[in-house]
């Protein structure tokens, strides 16, 4: 596949992609995607008729200010919208190539356009799934034989975060306060963070979801399942160590949680699925998964202080290390009839590798703050610093192309 409109063969956006999102044009709202270094306006498209043949059936897909009713519809819509797209620009499509007109209305360079929310967010659940994390933050704080909790190898942990504080790449994030109790032999003390952490995870957007009392199975979770996100979400460890005791995150977890932009389809992602790890336990048979259920997808997480021009790469590490699976996660999430709804959000949890640069957390990195970490200006960190900028990235890649998720980017003022 090629397009009539050029980028280079490492773009993250090419015609393979389509990923979906909402930009602000001449002020508007209006739903689009990318290719290459350009943004399509897909309300736009779908004014001049683009999308008629799916339109007749199921009304507008696309002339709202957010993604919603387009996950509504399924998958079925959103992979016959993909594919209308990726036929329109074909480099050997002369339809919307040789209009001048169209073009001018329709496509417009990244730099000239804002990326804002695109979907309003009603739930959104953050998951526990990576082994390696969950052993590295047990080994902490509980010791090398009481790591994992008895429940951990059985199911997939989760928590509902809170969905009012769920930012988009490019917002900065306010230092939390809140208790904290560094002395464990004095009362505990009110102010500022001082052990602020990034948390390397991907996010999935649920689709058409369930009816209350309903629940969806691991064999047909995927059609439920829109799209993914690189998820930031931020902790404060230091109130997160205090507060969580019996009922778990609170105010550490629910100040802020960073998203990226665009939404990357699985549909996109389907030449990159790959196995996931072997179980250790016999899970229950809710649970079980056939095939290839996770995908190869690599991340990089990289830190910039104010001294810095560019970013310091502290981990890299990849989706397919996690223990459970999204189809897991939904699967679970519902099995007890609770309701999911489009656009809900549900993220995979600390992403961390068997190796050191893979962990996905500044606690694991430089464990508990007793290993620095050294920054290519000499500076040091336990933790993020005001001012740091954190810098987050994911994409596939084979000899051909890569389907790229761009990067959730985000300062911490004080």
């Known amino acids: 596949m090629k397009s009539f ?3 280079g063969k490492v773009t993250n956006f090419p015609l393979q992609n389509i990923p979906f999102g ?3 044009i001449n002020g ?11 943004v399509i306006d897909l309300k736009m498209l779908e004014e001049l008729g683009y ?11 696309f002339s709202y200010g957010v993604l919603n009713h387009f996950l509504s519809l399924g998958r079925v819509i959103s992979r016959t919208a993909r594919k209308i797209l990726q036929e329109l620009f074909d480099e050997k499509n002369p339809l919307l190539r040789d209009n001048a007109e169209h073009r001018e209305k329709c496509i417009h360079h990244m730099n000239n356009v804002k990326m804002l929310m695109p979907i309003l967010i009603g739930d959104y659940t953050d998951f526990y799934s990576s082994r390696e994390h969950a052993t590295n933050v047990g080994e902490m704080f509980r ?27 490019g917002k900065e994030v306010r230092r939390p306060k809140g208790q904290t109790r560094p002395d464990p032999d004095k009362p505990p003390v009110f102010g500022p963070c001082r052990q ?5 995870e991907m996010g999935f957007f649920v689709g058409t979801g369930n009816p209350l009392g309903e629940s969806i199975s691991v064999d047909e979770a995927e059609e439920h399942i829109f799209g993914m996100v690189i998820v930031n979400d931020w902790s404060a460890r230091d109130i997160q160590s205090w507060e969580y005791q019996p009922l778990g995150p609170f105010l550490a977890k629910n100040f802020a949680t960073s998203i990226s932009p665009w939404i990357v389809t699985l549909d996109a992602l389907e030449p990159f699925r790959t196995e996931g790890p072997k179980f250790e336990k016999e899970l229950l048979p809710y649970l079980h998964t056939k095939g290839n259920p996770t995908f190869d997808i690599k991340l990089e997480v990289g830190i910039k202080s104010e001294k810095m021009t560019e970013p310091a790469i502290v981990c890299r590490s990849n989706y397919k290390n996690l223990y459970y699976n999204m189809r897991q996660h939904l699967a679970h999430h519902t ?27 500044m606690l694991e990195l430089t464990w508990r703050g007793t290993e620095p970490l050294t920054l290519p200006t ?33 300062k911490i003022i004080p």
């Open 5 to 7: 409109i050029e980028y």
């Open 22 to 24: 909402v930009c602000e």
């Open 28 to 38: 508007e709202r209006r739903i689009c995607t990318a290719l290459g270094s350009y």
């Open 51 to 61: 999308f008629d043949e799916i339109m007749n059936k199921n009304g507008k897909l």
């Open 143 to 169: 010791g090398k034989e009481n790591a994992l909790m008895p429940n951990w190898l059985h199911l997939p942990i989760a928590y509902h975060g809170r969905s009012s504080s769920i930012i988009m790449s």
């Open 196 to 200: 602020l952490d990034f948390e390397l």
């Open 335 to 361: 099995v007890n009839g609770c309701n999911t709804r489009p656009g809900d959000l549900m993220a995979s949890g600390t992403i961390s590798g068997s190796t050191k640069d893979s962990r996905g957390s």
């Open 378 to 410: 000499g500076e040091e960190r336990k933790f993020i610093e005001d001012g740091d900028t954190v810098i987050m990235s994911a994409y596939c890649e084979n000899k051909e192309y890569r389907i790229g998720f761009g990067e959730v980017k985000t």
